[in-house]
């Protein structure tokens, strides 16, 4: 009908919001793709593209990861997260003083089970740095706590 999307727009789309920003403005960009819609009726009613079945969900996963520096898969967003553990990961991330892009796994549900099975990790918050798997709340405490965590996401010049 006039409000789907197709997978490919919708990908591209989530890339570009996702793409490397300040937190600012990245919640503006994702909610600006959170409410995508290419109809005007329906109650005016924006609506959401569902991503259809896993291994659409693991391929924009896989996109997300390769494309975007550092990258946060959460509950909420960075402005305001949704749990205690994303939380802690946004701060953390913010006290690195780093740009991160992320995704609020709470509105793509077919995301939010993908990338437990991406990772081979039960739980959310994930954090990837290029390209690779840092971990959830546990690990990322750690390795901040540590000082470890400063030299992985600092860009290697």
């Known amino acids: ?12 789309a989530l890339s570009r919001a996702v793409g490397r920003c300040s937190v600012g403005s990245l919640h503006r960009q994702l909610v600006a793709v959170q409410f995508l819609s290419t109809g005007s009726h329906d109650d005016f009613s924006p609506r959401r593209k569902e991503i259809d079945g896993e291994k659409e969900a693991l391929e924009l996963i896989k996109d997300h990861v390769e494309s975007n520096r550092i990258m946060l898969y959460m509950k909420g967003n960075p402005s305001m997260p949704m749990c205690g553990f994303s939380a802690r990961v946004v701060s953390i991330l913010k006290e690195e003083g780093v740009d991160f892009s992320s995704v609020n796994v709470l509105d793509y549900p077919a995301i939010r089970e993908g990338v437990k099975k991406y990772a081979d990790w039960p739980t959310i918050p994930q954090l990837y740095v290029e390209g690779e798997f840092i971990g959830g709340c546990d690990i990322v405490t750690s390795l901040y706590e540590s000082g470890e965590l400063s030299d992985i996401v600092k860009e290697k010049k």
Request: charged residues 15%; hydrophobic residues 35%.
């Open 1 to 12: 009908g006039r409000g789907d999307l197709s997978l490919t727009m919708l990908s591209s």
